[in-house]
């Protein structure tokens, strides 16, 4: 059984927002193939940060309504 975790966090400051994570795969180095003779990663890392820059000047309406 292959074990993975996923952890992410979200900051909020002024007009930036600020979202950055962590993932392991295959925590436990387990051995295993999905293609016979054909191995797969072992436990490997992945980390990662968006930026997103909030627009001040936001319309408030909606630019389509329907009824």
Request: aromatic share 14%; net charge positive.
């Amino acid at each position: 059984t292959l074990s993975n975790i996923y952890v992410a966090k979200r900051f909020k400051l002024k007009q930036v927002e600020l979202s950055a994570f962590v993932q392991v795969n295959n925590i436990f180095n387990t051995s295993y193939e999905i293609i016979a003779w054909y191995a797969m990663p072992m436990r490997n890392y992945k980390t990662g940060i968006q930026l997103n820059f909030n627009n001040p000047t936001k319309i408030k309406q909606p630019w389509l309504k329907i009824s």
